[in-house]
T-cell receptor, first 114, second 116 residues
Framework: DSGVTQTPKHLITATGQRVTLRCSPR?????VYWYQQSLDQGLQFLIQ???????AKGNILERFSAQQFPDLHSELNLSSLELGDSALYFC?????????????FGPGTRLTVT | SQQGEEDPQALSIQEGENATMNCSYK?????LQWYRQNSGRGLVHLIL?????REKHSGRLRVTLDTSKKSSSLLITASRAADTASYFC????????????????FGAGTQVVVTP
């Protein structure tokens, strides 16, 4: 158990809908990262937050947005969902934002868009 | 695009044998990390090797890094059935670059199957 929690575990929804994925980092970790894992794209970095502020952005679509709240939990919002958005979404956390620190991954949310 | 590429894509061995997988990357790094993922679950951090290190050990794991060749290898000795998983290398950009905030780039992974 990494100490990172993600809800829900599974999500099945229809195209065009909007969903929110939630992540609670490990106690004491200030930095949160979101990744998308799909069969064709592999594991892709989406976005990173540190202590409430966006720090780095990766291949995140404009239909996706995220935020980190004062209690450090983070939410990833996916809207106007398409079939291709079906994937495993992981949240990870680390004590500090720099990439020389290991990241602790949550169990993931499996999103299926039908 | 992915920074790291693992080789082989898949590896099947018997318990007790060693498993070796390689990772090649394209640009300068601050460090390289290896992660393990059991089927459909979250990634677990295994080991981090910095760009000024050449070799690192952790239990049955041995990682080497050759920055001149932009490559790394992960060796799992005396493998067990529980080592069955996908293994990913991830590279971290050098300090001082705009990407240094924590943006790890993962390779496609090596799928390892260890049979009893």
């Amino acid at each position: 158990d990494s100490g990172v929690t993600q809800t829900p575990k599974h999500l099945i929804t229809a195209t065009g809908q909007r969903v929110t994925l939630r992540c609670s980092p490990r106690s004491g970790d200030l930095s949160v990262y979101w990744y998308q894992q799909s069969l064709d794209q592999g594991l892709q970095f989406l976005i990173q937050y540190y202590n409430g502020e966006e720090r780095a952005k990766g291949n995140i679509l404009e239909r996706f947005s995220a935020q980190q709240f004062p209690d450090l939990h983070s939410e990833l919002n996916l809207s106007s969902l398409e079939l291709g958005d079906s994937a495993l979404y992981f949240c990870a956390s680390s004590v500090a934002p720099l990439s020389r620190y290991e990241q602790y991954f949550g169990p993931g949310t499996r999103l299926t868009v039908t | 695009s992915q920074q790291g590429e693992e080789d082989p894509q898949a590896l099947s061995i018997q318990e007790g044998e060693n498993a070796t997988m390689n990772c090649s990357y394209k640009t300068s790094i601050n460090n390289l990390q290896w992660y393990r993922q059991n089927s459909g679950r979250g990634l677990v951090h295994l080991i981090l090797i910095r760009s000024n290190e050449r070799e690192k050990h952790s239990g049955r794991l041995r990682v080497t890094l050759d920055t001149s060749k932009k490559s790394s290898s992960l060796l799992i000795t005396a493998s067990r059935a529980a080592d069955t998983a996908s293994y990913f290398c991830a590279t971290a950009p050098p300090r001082g670059t705009t990407d240094s905030w924590g943006k790890l780039q993962f390779g496609a992974g090596t799928q390892v199957v260890v049979t009893p």
